[in-house]
């Protein structure tokens, strides 16, 4: 039997918060797992802001999501780089840094990497 399920990112079920105040990602939680809307404020970067919390040299999750709004650059551990704005599907392999483009925050919702995004 097939059930509905509503979840809201306003009362999320955890908010995981950047280093150095740039940002957060909450994360609800459904039965496939958990998927989550990142913030990302002006300035951020995952080298400086995420890096110290995941204790790896660049971004080890896969990310497969969709950007809300503001801009955001990735570039790959092997130099390719690829900019994403609103509207924009996201498919991320691991092995990057991420850096927010212009003065709006970045807001993103990513359905498969979240699970250890971020976690203290």
């Known amino acids: ?30 039965a496939d797992g958990p998927v989550g809307r990142a913030v990302f404020e002006p300035g951020w970067r995952w080298s400086v802001h995420v890096k110290p919390i995941a204790g790896t ?8 999501g969709y950007c809300v709004s503001g801009r955001l ?10 900019e994403y704005g609103p509207g924009d599907f996201m498919s ?11 003065d709006d925050p ?8 979240v699970a250890d995004y971020a976690k203290r």
């Open 73 to 82: 650059v990735v570039a790959m551990d092997d130099g390719e780089q690829q």
């Open 106 to 113: 970045c807001v993103m919702v990513d359905w498969q990497g």
């Open 1 to 30: 039997m097939s059930a509905l399920v509503r979840k809201s990112f306003d009362s999320p079920d955890e908010t995981r918060l950047f280093e150095q105040g740039k940002g957060k990602l909450d994360l609800v939680n459904v």
């Open 57 to 64: 040299d660049s971004c080890q999750a896969a990310h497969m």
């Open 92 to 102: 991320i392999p691991p092995g990057h840094d991420a850096w927010v483009v212009g």
